[in-house]
């Protein structure tokens, strides 16, 4: 028994990417936009803060090695990253532990996206402050409840279609990863695996777009790539 596999288009293109030197950077510009574009354009471009960066900003991922040291230039998505990762790992090992840790990082991604949209509105409203600390912890529900219709001018999240359902279902799984770890053994079919690798499409990244479009923001394509991605069904196999 095994299941059938789906690539990552996007983990793909950046194994494939490498780009080392300024005259590689200026090569794949060129031959990005048929020779429209330049990399003096993009850098001019690129010093307006504010500004996207185009062609590369979808590609360059959350984390950067400079001079020796890591750069995360986004926690959520980094979170994410490493959660799509597993589940490559999961399809390839038929894992359900690996399976555990997607979604652990998945809902740990979602949270830390609800975050870096309470720095932005803390940053703006400092008489309005939105704190989760050690001395005045805020749950998540409560956050999705009450921080996002604050911070998006009375827009709710959706409760009533699936993403939010399937979310539930899978923060129950990642609950239960302490409870696996006391027992001496246990199992767990390669259906139930195909089934948690196919709600973290809606539960998790699904959500996550949800999150994005109240906020009107950019959603990184590793997500988008994830929400469309086909079912993962378990194949028969002769021995």
Same mark, same amino acid.
């Given at each position: ?84 990762? +597993? ?75 699936? +993403? ?33 690798? +196919? ?41």
């Amino acid at each position: 028994m095994t299941m059938a596999k789906r690539s990552n288009h996007h983990l793909e293109l950046l194994h494939k990417l490498s780009l080392k030197t300024d005259t590689d950077v200026a090569e794949f510009i060129r031959s990005f936009t048929g020779g429209n574009g330049t990399l003096e354009a993009m850098v001019s471009h690129c010093r307006d803060y504010t500004q996207h960066v185009p062609i590369f900003e979808n590609l360059l991922g959350s984390r950067l090695v400079m001079g020796g040291r890591e750069i995360v230039t986004s926690a959520y998505r980094l979170l994410y990253e490493k959660a799509s990762e +597993n589940l490559i790992r999961a399809l390839d090992s038929v894992s359900f532990g690996d399976v555990q840790i997607a979604i652990t990082s998945g809902i740990s991604s979602i949270d830390a996206y609800v975050s870096h949209r309470a720095d932005k509105w803390n940053a703006v409203n400092p008489d309005e402050l939105l704190i989760d600390s050690r001395d005045h912890k805020v749950s998540f529900d409560d956050k999705i409840d009450s921080w996002l219709p604050k911070m998006t001018g009375g827009l709710e999240l959706d409760k009533s279609r699936q +993403n939010w359902t399937h979310f539930k279902i899978l923060r129950g799984i990642r609950d239960k990863v302490m409870i696996h770890a006391k027992d001496p053994s246990y199992e767990r079919s390669a259906q139930e695996i195909a089934e948690a690798i +196919n709600m973290f499409r809606t539960g998790i990244a699904g959500l996550l777009i949800q999150l994005h479009d109240l906020f009107d923001e950019k959603i990184p394509s590793m997500i988008i790539y994830d929400s469309f991605a086909p079912d993962v069904e378990v194949v028969e196999t002769g021995l």
